[in-house]
C-alpha cells in the first residue's frame, strides 16, 4: 500500500495523519482510516494504489481555482489578494469588481503581466503562475463579493471584514462579572409543571440580580425530535436554527392564561424511571404539554385575534414554514427523515405530505418561542443582566438541518474525540460533521443563520468544543471511535464571521477549550479577543502541585461543568466507584485513583489555607467549596460562573458523558424548587461572599 502518496493526498484535503494524543504520544491514523476519509472528501480514489493520481488530480483542483473560495480582511483592510493563472494564458487584462454588502461598489483593473510573481507550479506538464492583486482597500463591516475577470475567464469570492477582536462589553466601573448556571430542564417550581420553562429562566434573572449577579447560563435550548427519539441530550438537536416549544410558559401563550390551563400542565404523573420523582419524565412532560399547546394552537387559528402578527413573523423568517413541514410530515410518518419514501427525503414536501393541524402546531408554537425568547431577552436587558447560552458543536443526523443542507453534511460519519484517559476508546458523538470544503463553498451561509439565531437572545455566547474551528475527529461509519481521524477546518474564516456577527448583537464569544486543546486554538482565542474557560476541577493536578494555576483575565471561570461531578461527588471521589460500575476503571485502577484524589485533597486544602481562606487542616466539604468560589471570586477572571447545584452539596451529575442508557443523563430535576433554594442560607452565604469579591 503506497503510505507515503496517501499522506501527501490527505494533507492536500486538509486530513491529519499524525496527532498528538492526551499523553503527548504521537498517534498514527491507519491507511483506511486515512483512504476512508479521502473518499469522503470526494477525493477521486478508491485503493491506497491510486493516490498518486488522486494527487495529480488535486492538485489541478487547486490551481485552476483562480482565486480563494473565501478571504479575510482583517480589520477590515484587504491589501492584496493571490491569483492563480495558467502561464500559458497570454498576456491580458484583468478586472476586479467587489460589490459591497449595503449595495455599493468597488472597481479594479489592470494588466496581468505587471502583476508580482510569488510562485510557480507544474502539473502533468501544464504550468501554473501565483501572482498577487495588491488592493490597499478598508472596506466597511461586512459581507462583500470579490469578482475576477481574466480574459474569458470568472470567479468569484466571499470577503469578510471583520474586526480583529471580538466584541468586549465593558462592565459599568470595570467591575467584574458573575453568574448563576442551572439547566433549565431541572429548574422547577412549589407548584406548576415539572419541568422549566421561560418564564421560570425570566424569574431566576431577576433573582440573580437582586443578589447582584450579572449573568445566567443555561443549556442549549434548541429543537429536538421528541417523536422520534428518547435521547433528551441539549447537544443532539435537531436543529440550530429553530427552539424548543417544551420550554414556552404556557400562562403566556394566546389563551393559556384560561383556568385549569395551569392546573392541567402540572397534574403529576408517575415517572418512566421507576419511582425517582426527581427524574424528568420526558414522555410524560412533553405529551402533556403537546396536548394543551395544540389546543391554543386550534383555538387560535380558529378565530385569533394576532393572525396579522403569525403572518410577519412568517415573512420575517420564511424558513419557519419549510421547518413545520417538515416536522409535520415526520410525524405522519413517523420515522426520521433518512427512512422517508422520494421525494420526501430529497427535500420536496406537498401539503398532502402531512396534517394542516400539526404543521400549523409547529409554525405556531415556533412563533410564540420567538416572541418569549424576545421578552425574555428584553427583560435581561432591563435588569443589566448577560444571556448566557451555549452553541453546540453538532446537530442530530435526523433532524432538520441536515435534511435541509444534506450536501453539508457527512451523513456516513461521526464527530467525536480520539482516546484520552478517561474515555480509553475514544468517544463517537454520533452527529455528521459538517464538510469544510462545502461550507466555504457557500459562503458560511448556514454556520452564519446559526449563529445569529443564537445572538439575537445571547449576549454571552460559549462555542462548544472550539478546537472544532481548527479541527474535528472524523470517525467513519463502521470504525471503531480508536480509528479515527482529525480534518481540518479554515479557523481564520470561522473566527472572522465569530468576531463580525459578535460586533453587530454586541455579545461575548467563550470558547470551552477544554481537554487536549491544540495550540494554535488557544492562541487564536488570544488574538481575536475570545474568551476562554478556566475549570478549577480540571486545575487540580496532584503531579504539578498543590499551587493552582490563577484564571487568566480573559477566563470564564467556574468550579465544575456540566459534563463533570457535581463539586461533593468529587470530593468525596464518588464518581470514581461510579466508573467501577460502568466498567470504565478496574478495581486496582480504582484504588490508584482513591489515592490521587486523597492526595489532591491535602493539597488543595493546604492551598486553600495558605491563601487565608480556609482556616482548617480537615475542612467540610461546604466549607472548601466556599473557599474555592471565593479563590475564583476574587481572581482576574472576567467571569465567575456558579453553579447554584454544588451550594447545597449536590452529588448526582447532570450528564455522565460517554454513557446514554446507564445513566439517565440530562433528566435530572434541581432537588430543590425555585422558591426553597433562593431562600438556603448556603447558597445565599456564598453568592454574597462572591458579590462582594467581584466588587472589590
Known amino acids: 500500500m503506497d503510505r507515503y502518496n496517501l499522506q501527501a493526498l490527505a494533507r492536500l484535503y486538509g486530513v491529519y495523519t499524525t496527532y498528538a494524543d492526551v499523553w503527548g504520544t504521537p498517534r498514527h491514523a491507519s491507511n483506511d482510516t486515512i483512504l476512508r476519509t479521502l473518499e469522503l472528501l470526494d477525493a477521486p ?47 491580458t487584462h484583468y478586472r476586479v469588481e467587489f460589490t459591497l454588502e449595503d449595495g455599493g461598489t468597488i472597481k479594479l483593473e489592470g494588466q496581468v503581466n505587471e502583476l508580482p510573481v510569488c510562485r510557480h507550479g507544474e502539473v502533468a506538464g501544464e504550468h501554473y503562475v501565483r501572482r498577487t492583486v495588491r488592493t490597499d482597500l478598508v472596506l466597511p463591516h461586512g459581507y462583500h463579493r470579490l469578482k475576477l475577470f481574466v480574459d474569458e475567464q470568472e470567479a468569484e469570492s466571499l470577503v469578510i471584514a471583520a474586526p480583529m477582536r471580538a466584541f468586549e ?28 420553562n421561560f418564564g421560570d429562566l425570566e424569574a431566576l434573572m431577576e433573582w440573580t440580580s437582586a443578589c447582584g449577579g450579572n449573568l445566567v ?19 443532539n438537536p435537531a436543529s440550530r436554527l429553530f427552539w424548543n416549544e417544551f420550554y414556552l410558559d404556557v400562562k403566556r401563550v394566546p389563551g393559556g392564561e384560561a383556568p385549569g390551563v395551569a392546573a392541567a400542565l402540572s397534574d403529576s404523573q408517575p415517572t418512566s424511571f421507576g419511582t425517582d420523582s426527581h427524574l424528568l419524565n420526558y414522555a410524560t412532560a412533553v405529551d402533556r404539554k403537546r396536548r394543551i399547546l395544540e389546543k391554543l394552537a386550534r383555538d387560535f387559528f380558529a378565530g385569533g385575534s394576532q393572525r396579522e402578527a403569525l403572518a410577519q413573523y412568517c415573512r ?3 424558513d419557519v414554514q419549510r421547518f413545520a413541514q417538515f416536522r409535520a410530515a415526520g410525524e405522519q410518518e413517523g420515522r426520521p427523515w433518512p ?75 461521526s464527530g467525536g474525540a480520539p482516546p484520552d484517559s478517561f474515555f480509553t476508546k475514544g468517544q463517537d458523538w454520533g452527529f455528521p460533521p459538517m464538510r469544510p470544503d462545502r461550507l466555504r463553498r457557500q459562503g458560511y451561509a448556514y454556520f452564519i443563520r446559526a449563529l445569529r439565531n443564537h445572538l439575537r437572545r445571547a449576549r454571552v455566547l460559549r462555542f462548544d468544543h472550539v478546537m472544532g474551528l481548527y479541527r474535528l475527529y472524523w470517525i467513519p461509519h463502521g470504525f471503531p471511535a480508536t480509528e479515527g481521524a482529525y480534518v481540518r477546518y479554515p479557523i481564520d474564516e470561522l473566527c472572522a464571521i465569530l468576531n463580525l456577527e459578535s460586533h453587530r448583537f454586541g455579545a461575548r464569544i467563550v470558547g470551552e477549550n477544554l481537554g487536549t486543546v491544540p495550540a494554535a486554538v488557544d492562541q487564536a482565542l488570544l488574538r481575536h479577543g475570545m474568551d476562554d474557560m478556566y475549570v478549577l476541577q480540571y486545575e487540580t493536578n496532584p503531579e504539578r502541585g498543590s499551587t493552582l494555576r490563577t484564571p ?88 465567575v460562573q456558579v453553579n447554584l447545584e454544588d451550594l447545597w452539596g449536590e452529588t448526582e451529575p447532570q450528564n455522565c458523558p460517554g454513557t446514554f442508557r446507564e445513566r439517565p443523563n440530562w433528566r435530572r430535576k434541581a432537588k430543590y424548587p425555585l422558591e426553597v433554594f433562593t431562600e438556603l442560607p448556603e447558597v445565599r452565604r456564598v453568592l454574597e461572599t462572591v458579590d462582594r469579591l467581584r466588587r472589590l
Request: with cysteine; charged share 25%.
Open 45 to 91: 480514489l478508491a485503493s491506497a494504489d491510486q493516490a498518486a493520481d488522486a494527487i495529480v488530480h488535486r492538485r489541478q483542483q487547486l490551481w485552476r481555482e483562480m482565486v480563494a473560495p473565501v478571504m479575510v480582511a482583517w480589520d477590515a483592510r484587504l491589501a492584496s489578494f493571490d491569483v492563480r493563472l495558467s502561464e500559458a494564458l497570454p498576456a
Open 169 to 196: 462589553s465593558d462592565p459599568e466601573n470595570g467591575r467584574r462579572l458573575w453568574g448563576v448556571f442551572m439547566p433549565l430542564y431541572a429548574l422547577h417550581r412549589k407548584t406548576g409543571a415539572e419541568s422549566g
Open 217 to 235: 447560563a443555561t443549556l442549549p435550548l434548541l429543537s429536538t425530535l421528541w417523536e422520534l427519539t428518547d435521547d433528551p441530550s441539549p447537544y
Open 316 to 318: 420575517e423568517n420564511p
Open 339 to 413: 427512512l422517508w419514501p422520494e421525494p420526501l427525503r430529497s427535500g420536496a414536501i406537498s401539503q398532502a405530505d402531512y396534517r394542516q393541524d400539526a404543521y400549523r402546531y409547529h409554525l405556531f408554537t415556533q412563533w410564540q418561542v420567538d416572541m418569549q425568547l424576545e421578552a425574555l431577552a428584553q427583560r435581561a436587558q432591563r435588569l443589566n443582566l448577560l444571556w448566557y447560552l451555549d452553541f453546540p458543536l453538532g446537530v442530530a443526523g435526523a433532524g432538520y438541518d441536515v435534511w435541509r443542507e444534506p450536501d453539508l453534511f457527512v451523513r456516513d460519519a
Open 552 to 639: 487568566q483575565p480573559t477566563a470564564v471561570a467556574s468550579v465544575n461543568t456540566h459534563d463533570m461531578p457535581q463539586f461533593a461527588a468529587y470530593w468525596q471521589g464518588l464518581d470514581i466507584e461510579d466508573r467501577v460500575e460502568l466498567g470504565l476503571f478496574t478495581k486496582d485502577e480504582a484504588a490508584g485513583e482513591q489515592a490521587r484524589r486523597k492526595e489532591l485533597r491535602r493539597q488543595l486544602t493546604a492551598f486553600l489555607n495558605a491563601e487565608g481562606l480556609l482556616d482548617s487542616e480537615a475542612p467540610t466539604t461546604s466549607e472548601v467549596l466556599e473557599a474555592c468560589q471565593a479563590y475564583l471570586a476574587r481572581s482576574p477572571a472576567s467571569i
